[in-house]
Structures are given as C-alpha cells and as structure tokens.
C-alpha cells in the first residue's frame, strides 16, 4: 500500500498545526485533573514527527503511519505517548497485513482494543478511549467523515460527566467529575483536524 507522499505530509502537517493551535488548551485541561503538560508533551511529538515528514512520506503507508507510532512513544511524555504510539503502531500492522481490504473499521478495532490493553483501562474510563471507541463505531457504520469528527467531539466533551478511572485523574476521585479529559480532547482535535483534510483532499 504506497499512499500518495503529499498526503501523508499533508496529514503530518494538518495534525501538528492542529495541536500547535491548541497546546495551550489542552495543558489548562491537564492542569486540573493532570500534571498540566499534556498540550505541551503532545506539541513535542507531532513536531518530532514532522521534522522526518520528508522521509516518513517517501515510505509505504502503513511503514510510514508505524514509524510515526513508534516517534510518539519516544517524544511524547506521560501516558500519551505510549498511548498514541500504539494505536499508530498497531494501525500500521495491521494494514500491512490487510492490504487487500478497503474496509478500515476492523483495522481501527484492532489498534484501539490494543490501547485498551496497553493502558488497562476500558470506555467509560475516562479516557482518549472514550472517543475512539465512538469513532469506530461511526466508521464502521460508514457514517461522513463531517459525522465521524462531530462524534469526536461530542464525545470528548461527554468525559466531563466521568469519573477517572486511570492515571493521575484517578487520583481526584469524584472531584475529576465535571472536567474533559485531556487526552480525549486531543483525541478528537486529531480526529477532526484528520477528518476534515481527507474530506477535502480525497474522494468519498
């Protein structure tokens, strides 16, 4: 599977802008329930990850979406890192071992049941789960990707009425209660950011 290398740096590129953007925001979530580095930790990786966007986008795809998992567990700090690096490392697998398959969806299944097990955690945690969890069920209905990021951040808002459930939110018990997640807020920033480029960029 070679996928065009424009719009693998165009994804690079969109996903850095998108959390360059909102580091700031995203650091004033985790200062709540968190260590308050999340935007700052997230900002380290995506511009690691776009410094080799030359030659991340001269590999096949699926090396390309796994070297920049394994990029993310090296640059980015706390459990995000981990975190996102598997679900990229996983996607990449797994579409190399289906590349005859159009269908996404179980590839997607696959790499999140593989955060799920990397971090303990499950949906309703309190977690970046709780949106890829959602966005999965939305693309395996074949739902527009404008429904897929409005998922996204539907769901990203609704961690707010959880309580943690893992890491140093847990910590706070019923007081994490009433406040977003911030690795689901990224989660779905991402997700939109990624949405709408392939939107306007490839066919549907």
């Known amino acids: 599977m070679q996928a065009e290398p424009v719009l693998v740096a165009g994804l690079i590129e969109v996903c850095r802008a998108t959390i360059a953007e909102n580091a700031d925001h995203l650091c004033a979530l985790d200062r709540v329930i968190g260590d308050g580095d999340h935007g700052t930790n997230m900002r380290r990786g995506c511009e690691a990850v776009s410094a080799e966007g030359e030659s991340l986008s001269s590999l096949p795809f699926p090396d390309a979406v796994e070297k ?6 090296m640059n980015v700090g706390g459990a995000a890192g981990p975190l996102y690096g598997t679900l990229l490392m996983e996607i990449g697998r797994e579409l190399r071992k289906n590349e005859e398959k159009a269908d996404f969806s179980p590839v997607l299944k ?15 945690d309190k977690t970046l789960l709780d949106v890829l969890y959602p966005v999965h069920e939305a693309l395996a209905k074949q739902s527009p990707l404008s429904d897929v990021a409005r998922k ?6 609704r961690t707010a009425a959880m309580k943690a459930m893992r890491g140093r939110a847990a910590f706070l018990g019923e007081r994490s209660i009433g406040h977003v997640d911030p690795g689901a807020s990224s989660c779905a920033l991402l997700t939109t950011a990624i949405c709408r480029y392939l939107g306007e960029h490839r066919p549907q």
Do not use: F, N, P, T
């Not at 920049?68 to 567990?73: A, E, H, R, S």
């Open 152 to 157: 996204a951040e539907r769901s990203a808002d």
């Open 68 to 73: 920049i998992g394994l990029m993310l567990v």
């Open 110 to 124: 696959q790499a999140i049941d593989a955060v799920a097990r990397r971090g303990r955690s499950h949906a309703g």
